[in-house]
């Protein structure tokens, strides 16, 4: 059987290159091909600033399709020659485009700033559609940040978020096999917050206290009970855990500052619930530190 196609959301701009580079490194891992897809979508648009509506230019902004796929293709023969590299250009919209392809991929990969088409794909409702939709893994490539000379690079490996939910365990699924391919290790987290425990009346209680014991002791058996079956399944994969008393979006961007993937469920439950349906999936999107991959319960 052949391997499904890792998809790439490419307009030929820096974040799409990016994601290029990224999607051709995990199709080598994977032994996958991979498909670029560019839209340029033939609805009218609103023309600023005086408003109206304009045709656009059909056949112009398919030339700059075929060009910038064209340019893709190129590029990826001279950094992977040994990974298969197809193209379509589509007339649908970014979301469109991307979550069509997705039905049969092995995950799609965007950057999280683009041009034309898909200027907007992480900000605003089309993001939300994406993640919210896609029926594999989305991984977006967020801009390089400045290498910092306290941190030892790939230091936490690949880092995911964890909340005992059912897309928490397909997120935990996604991260023991990309650790296992990169051979690096794989830090579960799990934040976790309490209405009781949050309320004033135990603000003052000190954190080594009975009570917080307890709290804290649970959340690790909510964590361990997660972990178990994937720990069975790829056991040579290096394993750490972290449960954090804190906020979900703080405590995964601060994990992400180590990392070279931070996965997330799509949706989760306590702490990670509409992570990314939220200010914490937009958050994840704009701020980690490093590409971002969301995974969607199956069902």
């Not at 307009?11 to 670029?36: C, F, I, K, N, Q």
Request: glycine content about 8%; proline content about 6%.
């Amino acid at each position: 059987m052949n391997a499904k196609a890792i998809v790439v959301g490419f307009d030929g701009s820096t974040g799409a290159h990016a994601a290029l580079a990224w999607a051709l490194a995990e199709a080598r891992m994977r032994h996958a091909p991979v498909r670029l897809v560019y839209a340029a979508p033939t609805s009218v648009q609103l023309t600023p600033p005086f408003g109206g509506y304009a045709l656009p230019d059909v056949d112009e902004r398919r030339e700059t399709g075929r060009q910038t796929l064209a340019a893709g293709v190129a590029a990826a023969a001279i950094s992977a020659p040994d990974v298969g590299v197809d193209t379509r250009l589509t007339d649908a919209t970014p979301p469109v485009a991307l979550l069509s392809d997705a039905a049969d991929s092995e995950m799609v990969v965007v950057g999280s700033r683009g041009l034309g088409g898909f200027s907007e794909l992480l900000v605003g409702s089309t993001s939300v559609q994406l993640a919210t939709h896609a029926s594999c893994p989305v991984v977006v490539i967020r801009p390089s940040e400045p290498p910092r000379p306290d941190l030892v690079p790939g230091a936490a490996g690949v880092v995911v978020g964890v909340d005992g939910s059912d897309t928490s365990n397909e997120a935990l699924g996604f991260a023991f096999e990309e650790a296992a391919m990169r051979g690096v290790g794989l830090t579960a987290v799990h934040a976790w917050q309490s209405a009781y425990f949050d309320s004033p009346a135990t603000e003052a209680l000190p954190s080594g206290s009975v009570v917080a014991d307890e709290f804290q002791a649970s959340e690790m058996r909510v964590l361990n009970e997660s972990i178990r079956l994937w720990t069975e399944k790829l056991p040579a994969v290096t394993l750490s855990r972290r449960v954090v008393h804190g906020d979900p979006v703080t405590t995964l961007v601060d994990a992400s500052r180590s990392a070279e993937l931070l996965i997330v469920g799509s949706r989760g439950r306590d702490g990670f619930r509409s992570l990314l349906l939220g200010s914490v999936s937009h958050a994840m999107v704009h701020h980690a530190h490093c590409p971002v991959a969301v995974v969607r319960h199956a069902s």
